[in-house]
Nanobody, 124 residues
Framework: QVQLVESGGGLVQAGGSLRLSCAAS????????MGWFRQAPEKEREFVAA????????SYADSVKGRFTISRNNAKNTVYLQMNSLKPEDTAVYYC?????????????????WGQGTQVTVSS
């Protein structure tokens, strides 16, 4: 059974940084795409970033380009989201997700497995 466990969320002031981690277990993820999504109160879940376990250029939402970086450590089966220059509008629950396809899709329904989410709150 696939398990995705996020950690690293918290409260930070605007302009600050946080690093989220997603520990994956339950199968071999070498052919998977891993994504980060977020959902603010009363808003739809939205794409943040995605990366292939096998490597290649990641994909980012326009709203986070230049501020967020997605990376992975294959040996640890862990995906990271480094978030810099945080803004109050980045406040949301952040979810890690896994997609069995090879396409860096931004679509929520394309992802097969989800973590429980971690809260990120950015104060102004």
């Amino acid at each position: 059974q696939v398990q995705l466990v996020e950690s690293g969320g918290g409260l930070v002031q605007a302009g600050g940084s946080l690093r989220l981690s997603c520990a994956a277990s339950g199968r071999t993820f070498s052919s998977y795409v891993m994504g980060w999504f977020r959902q603010a109160p009363e808003k739809e879940r939205e794409f943040v970033a995605a990366i292939r376990w096998s490597g290649g250029t990641p994909s980012y939402a326009d709203s986070v380009k230049g501020r967020f970086t997605i990376s992975r450590n294959n040996a640890k089966n862990t995906v990271y989201l480094q978030m810099n220059s945080l803004k109050p509008e980045d406040t949301a629950v952040y979810y890690c997700a896994a997609n069995r396809g090879m396409v860096l899709t931004t679509t929520v329904r394309a992802y097969d497995y989800w973590g429980q989410g971690t809260q990120v709150t950015v104060s102004s």
